[in-house]
């Protein structure tokens, strides 16, 4: 019975050290866009975990889970989100971009001749600028304002 059970701990600590090896801890910034100023109290939110940036921006969060989203909402500012997910030690990021579309009041002529002209405006939604810093447990995040 003892050696059953130290064979189960044993399977149990190699499946946390090796099968948990996708997105444990998150750390990293919030700044602003323009100014590359630090944006504090930022919700962050990554897997069910959520935190808030500090007075210098930063942040750290803890996850379990290969395939994952962190979403960054400050008011005033475009939300970020992006889905990560691991397989084979592999990380593919997707970002969420919200495209959106204006009409202009009156077409846009983009030539003398008036063959080419534009009739509406396109804008993204949410912020999509992001660095990794050093190590890819380590994350720079650029909100923009609305």
Partial sequence: MKLFIK???IINSLAFLFGCECYPVRKGVIVDDLT???IANAQI???TSKTLSNINGQFEISSSGCDLKMIVIKDKYKPFAFNM???NKKTTIELDNEIKYKD???PKYLSSDSSSYLISKSYN???VHFEYMGTSDSIKIYL???
């Fill in 144 to 146: 923009e304002k609305f």
């Fill in 7 to 9: 064979t189960l701990l």
């Fill in 36 to 38: 590359h100023m630090p």
């Fill in 125 to 127: 939604n949410n912020s």
């Fill in 104 to 106: 202009l009041d009156k």
């Fill in 45 to 47: 939110q990554f897997g």
């Fill in 85 to 87: 997910s691991s397989k």
